[in-house]
């Protein structure tokens, strides 16, 4: 409901096998939508070099059918899912597909740029005109203009890579290529996978699990990976520095089944919600958990404490894009579309409610006033992520700063608006304890100010 929402799943793939291409990347992107539901692409590359794709706004679901994925013949291609806070989704769809002196290109984004728009800017005024408003669009004139001078694909991209300022991971195609591209703090995750004889890139390993394609390892910091016909060989396109990777994707955005610099999610999601039991315990019958990205931590809080837990939120799963939203009077009824209680579970108890993180803080005052009128004794509020306070510059779509509950609010004030009994947050130090098995260090920016990037 206010979460911080990831701009963007990717997944490429080159098939020397006879895989049928398009339907592979749609159940790739169909496996991580929860990355971006505003919209997704397809875009594949046929023997011959010609470019065909499909993108449009709406869920991987909305946007492709059969007809259309028997129309998109390739041998590789690449895929992406967009999450968008404006109203030109469609316009801002990807992957972004040009014509440039080497033939097509397509490129796919995940992620942020702190100065794509003086990039922009400085491209427009050597002539450039734009389509969207995308990265992928500005980053595609970059390569195209920078092919020129080097003699391979993968050479141009190393020589721009020092332009983008942020996180990101990217996917390009030409009509012999597909590449991946990792940022050079790995701040965004891209994942290398292979089935027999073909070739994967994927944001997420889940999307690996679902197609039975075997997770290969991680792109590293500054990597370019490139697939083709002869298997996958890689270059380093920037030095890698110290790694920064997100730790908001082991809190809340990506798959618990997925695998990142050898942390699993669902494992690290639990591990934090037994540091906030230790942490923050709470005096408490029940505790419950809030669907669904709550629920590894609100286990591993119940178990440390030995309190029961209790499934007492139900979500609508018909929830989604389409529904009219109350305005006005219907607002005013505070009308909870998107989860009810059951009144059993919580009656006459002491309930802790454990969450994964807090953003605008809407959400756990909904929490708190749905299982008052169920009848909870006391709510205990428990985030299993500490207090977020900064924005996002690498591609977390989230509120501008001072939107953020604790912006200029602390822990009592917050506490009192939510209306719950007690509230707490498990600490910086908590969430790094929580991912023992992660590789390096991470992106805590949101939380704590300290940007990756200057
Ligand atoms: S600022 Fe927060 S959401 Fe953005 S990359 Fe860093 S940890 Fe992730």
């Given at each position: 409901?206010?979460?911080?929402?990831d701009r963007?799943?990717?997944?490429?793939?080159?098939?020397?096998?006879?895989?049928?291409?398009?339907h592979?990347?749609?159940?790739?992107?169909?496996?991580?939508?929860?990355?971006?539901?505003?919209?997704?692409?397809?875009?594949?590359?046929?023997?011959?070099?010609?470019?065909?794709?499909?993108?449009?706004?709406g869920?991987?679901?909305?946007?492709?059918?059969?007809?259309?994925?028997?129309?998109?013949?390739?041998?590789?291609?690449?895929?992406h899912i967009?999450?968008y806070d404006?109203?030109?989704?469609?316009?801002?769809?990807?992957?972004?597909?040009?014509?440039?002196?080497?033939?097509?290109?397509?490129?796919?984004?995940?992620?942020g740029?702190?100065?794509?728009?003086?990039?922009?800017?400085?491209?427009?005024?050597?002539?450039?005109?734009?389509?969207?408003m995308?990265?992928?669009?500005?980053?595609?004139?970059?390569i195209?203009?920078?092919?020129?001078?080097?003699?391979?694909?993968?050479?141009?991209?190393?020589?721009?890579?020092?332009?983008?300022?942020?996180?990101?991971a990217m996917?390009?195609?030409?009509?012999?290529?597909?590449?991946?591209?990792r940022?050079?703090?790995?701040?965004?995750?891209?994942?290398?996978?292979?089935?027999?004889?073909?070739?994967?890139?994927?944001?997420?390993?889940?999307?690996?699990?679902?197609?039975?394609?075997?997770y290969?390892?991680?792109?590293?910091?500054?990597?370019?990976?490139?697939?083709?016909?002869?298997?996958?060989?890689s270059i380093?396109?920037?030095?890698?520095?110290?790694?920064?990777?997100?730790?908001?994707?082991?809190?809340?955005?990506?798959h618990?089944?997925s695998?990142?610099?050898?942390?699993e999610?669902?494992?690290?999601?639990?591990?934090?919600?037994?540091?906030?039991?230790?942490?923050?315990?709470?005096?408490?019958?029940?505790?419950?958990?809030?669907?669904?990205?709550?629920?590894?931590?609100?286990?591993?809080?119940?178990?440390t404490?030995?309190i029961?837990?209790?499934?007492a939120?139900?979500?609508?799963?018909?929830?989604?894009?389409?529904l009219?939203?109350?305005?006005?009077?219907?607002?005013?009824?505070?009308?909870?579309?998107?989860?009810?209680?059951?009144?059993?579970?919580?009656?006459?108890?002491?309930?802790?409610?454990?969450?994964?993180?807090?953003?605008?803080?809407?959400?756990?005052?909904?929490?708190?006033?749905?299982?008052r009128?169920?009848?909870?004794?006391?709510?205990?509020?428990?985030?299993a992520?500490?207090?977020?306070?900064?924005?996002?510059?690498?591609?977390?779509?989230?509120?501008?700063?001072k939107?953020?509950?604790f912006?200029?609010q602390?822990?009592?004030?917050?506490?009192?608006?939510?209306?719950?009994?007690?509230?707490?947050?498990?600490?910086?130090?908590?969430?790094v304890?929580?991912?023992?098995?992660?590789?390096g260090?991470?992106?805590?920016?949101c939380?704590?100010?300290?940007y990756?990037?200057?």
């Amino acid at each position: 409901m206010e979460k911080m929402m990831d701009r963007c799943g990717l997944f490429g793939m080159f098939d020397n096998n006879g895989f049928h291409t398009s339907h592979l990347i749609y159940y790739g992107l169909f496996s991580m939508q929860h990355r971006g539901m505003e919209a997704a692409g397809i875009c594949v590359n046929d023997n011959q070099g010609n470019f065909s794709y499909v993108k449009d706004e709406g869920l991987v679901t909305e946007v492709f059918d059969e007809m259309k994925l028997e129309k998109l013949q390739g041998h590789a291609g690449i895929g992406h899912i967009l999450r968008y806070d404006g109203s030109d989704a469609r316009e801002n769809a990807q992957p972004i597909v040009i014509r440039y002196t080497s033939g097509h290109m397509a490129v796919a984004l995940n992620g942020g740029l702190t100065n794509i728009e003086e990039i922009r800017h400085d491209l427009e005024l050597k002539g450039s005109v734009f389509q969207t408003m995308e990265a992928a669009e500005v980053i595609s004139v970059l390569i195209s203009r920078a092919r020129n001078n080097y003699p391979t694909i993968e050479e141009a991209i190393a020589s721009i890579m020092p332009m983008l300022k942020g996180g990101y991971a990217m996917l390009v195609m030409t009509p012999r290529k597909v590449i991946g591209v990792r940022d050079p703090q790995g701040i965004r995750p891209l994942v290398l996978g292979r089935e027999d004889h073909s070739w994967f890139l994927s944001s997420e390993t889940c999307a690996f699990d679902e197609l039975n394609v075997d997770y290969v390892r991680d792109i590293q910091p500054g990597e370019i990976v490139v697939i083709n016909a002869e298997g996958s060989h890689s270059i380093q396109g920037m030095q890698a520095q110290p790694i920064r990777a997100c730790i908001y994707e082991y809190i809340y955005y990506s798959h618990p089944a997925s695998v990142f610099g050898g942390q699993e999610v669902y494992k690290a999601r639990y591990n934090m919600g037994c540091h906030l039991a230790k942490e923050a315990p709470a005096d408490a019958d029940a505790v419950v958990w809030v669907p669904d990205s709550g629920l590894a931590a609100a286990a591993g809080y119940a178990d440390t404490l030995g309190i029961p837990m209790v499934d007492a939120f139900v979500k609508n799963k018909y929830y989604g894009n389409n529904l009219v939203k109350p305005e006005g009077i219907l607002f005013d009824r505070k009308i909870h579309m998107k989860l009810s209680v059951i009144k059993s579970q919580v009656k006459d108890k002491n309930i802790v409610v454990v969450d994964d993180s807090m953003v605008r803080g809407t959400t756990a005052q909904t929490l708190v006033e749905l299982l008052r009128h169920a009848g909870a004794k006391s709510v205990h509020l428990r985030i299993a992520s500490a207090t977020i306070s900064h924005p996002c510059y690498y591609g977390a779509s989230m509120p501008e700063e001072k939107k953020l509950i604790f912006h200029e609010q602390g822990v009592d004030a917050v506490c009192k608006m939510t209306g719950a009994d007690s509230l707490a947050f498990l600490s910086s130090e908590g969430m790094v304890a929580a991912c023992p098995d992660a590789a390096g260090g991470f992106c805590m920016a949101c939380f704590n100010g300290d940007y990756p990037t200057k």
